[in-house]
């Protein structure tokens, strides 16, 4: 038996930092069903951390490092919905410095066990506190970077180093990957840093490629797109991790953006179950809400036209959720499994098993006793 990897075996590496970046680009070819375009996904699943924001903390972290603003000892701080988070404390753990993290209280079990293994600290924050409330996950990483000495508050969500990271990066990969060939690149839309960056890169090869943006049913972001205005009636609890705000992040440059589509939770969901069943992609949830955008646009793709998908972190994070038929089945997202018939003989005789097996008991201590 041959085994053959397409690719040259990477040289040694110093750190696993080194190995961030350069994410294949694998064509998809059952989950896009009737879509009739050549449909790409970047699968950032493959950075060390398994996902976008490995490109984000190491740039940011160096760039801070750069200019002076993080000195030797320091505190990192920052407000994550998870993978910023995991990657920030990779990147600290590797650089020496000690990694705090808000988290909000939607973010899954797997995220924050991953957290803690990487040695951050984490407040966990209630998902329903508005971004103004003190208790919300923003307001509490600044109020621990004013109260703890020499940290330094990375602050994805306003930090342009964050649209950078992508610009230096996740843009010149994919242009060079479809060797200019894209003509559309579907991203979602959460801190704004992976669309704004790679976006900006893209258009400046090719203004005609068009971008399009992935917001979730409850954020307030695609509203805010269309009329410059700030809706709250926009905002619900929605179950889809990283897309969608309740605030405008500094980072979203809207300028860029040629379409935005929204997704719900369940179609998400159904996606990202789709990909790993399909096309072997074992993404995020989010990867599931940008496949959705892509289906959506189904009536307006031509075959010549090239579309990246951006697949933003890894499955492993949502076994308990999306992966969980479980979870699926509690959300309504599936229909209940039908009962099996050896089930259903367990249910209707446990009650009789159960006094059968207390009598034998009781049988057997009595002529213990004797
Ligand atoms: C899983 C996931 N998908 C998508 C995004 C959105 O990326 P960005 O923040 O660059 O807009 C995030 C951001 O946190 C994320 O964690």
């Known amino acids: 038996m041959t085994f053959s990897t397409k690719t040259a075996p990477p040289a040694i590496v110093d750190n696993v930092l080194d190995t961030i970046g350069n994410t ?116 509490v990483a600044k109020q621990l970077h004013a109260e703890i000495p020499n940290s330094y508050y990375l602050n994805q969500n306003f930090d342009d180093a964050n649209k950078d990271a992508h610009y230096y990066s996740t843009g010149p990969e994919i242009w060079e990957q479809t060797q200019g060939r894209i003509t559309h690149f579907v991203c979602c839309v959460g801190t704004g840093g992976t669309i704004s960056g790679t976006a900006r890169y893209l258009k400046e090869q090719n ?11 409850g954020s307030v972001l695609k509203r805010y797109w269309e009329t410059e205005e700030f809706d709250e009636k926009e905002i619900y609890p929605y179950k889809v991790e990283g897309l969608g705000k309740t605030i405008i992040p500094g980072n979203v440059d809207f300028s860029l ?20 069943q399909k096309d072997g992609l074992f993404v995020g949830y989010s990867s599931g809400a940008a496949m959705q955008a892509v289906h959506k646009m189904k009536r307006e793709l031509v075959e010549d036209d090239v579309v990246v998908v951006l697949f933003s972190d890894h499955g492993s994070r949502y076994l308990g959720k999306v992966y969980s038929d479980d979870w699926m089945e509690d959300m309504g997202f599936l229909k209940k499994k039908e009962e099996s018939y050896n089930s259903y003989l367990y249910r209707k005789y446990k009650v009789r098993y159960k006094r059968i097996y207390n009598k034998v008991n009781y049988y057997i201590n009595q002529s213990l006793k004797m």
């Open 24 to 139: 294949p680009l694998v064509r998809i070819r059952r989950s896009q069903g009737s879509v009739k375009a050549e449909v790409l996904g970047k699968v950032e699943g493959f950075n060390p951390g398994h996902s976008a924001k490995d490109r984000v903390a190491l740039y940011m972290v160096e760039k801070a490092e750069r200019e002076g603003k993080i000195q030797e000892g320091a505190t990192i701080i920052e407000a994550t919905s998870g993978n910023t988070g995991f990657s920030l404390a990779t990147v600290c753990l590797i650089k020496g410095y000690k990694c705090v993290l808000t988290v909000s209280s939607k973010a899954s079990d797997e995220k924050l066990r991953l957290l803690q293994a990487m040695g951050a600290e984490v407040f966990i924050c209630p998902s329903s506190a508005k971004p103004e409330d003190a208790d919300s996950y923003y307001s």
């Open 207 to 217: 203004p005609d490629i068009q971008v399009i943006g992935v917001d979730a049913y």
């Open 257 to 276: 953006f040629d379409k935005m589509i929204k997704v719900h939770d369940k179609d998400s969901a159904i996606r990202a179950r789709d990909l790993a």
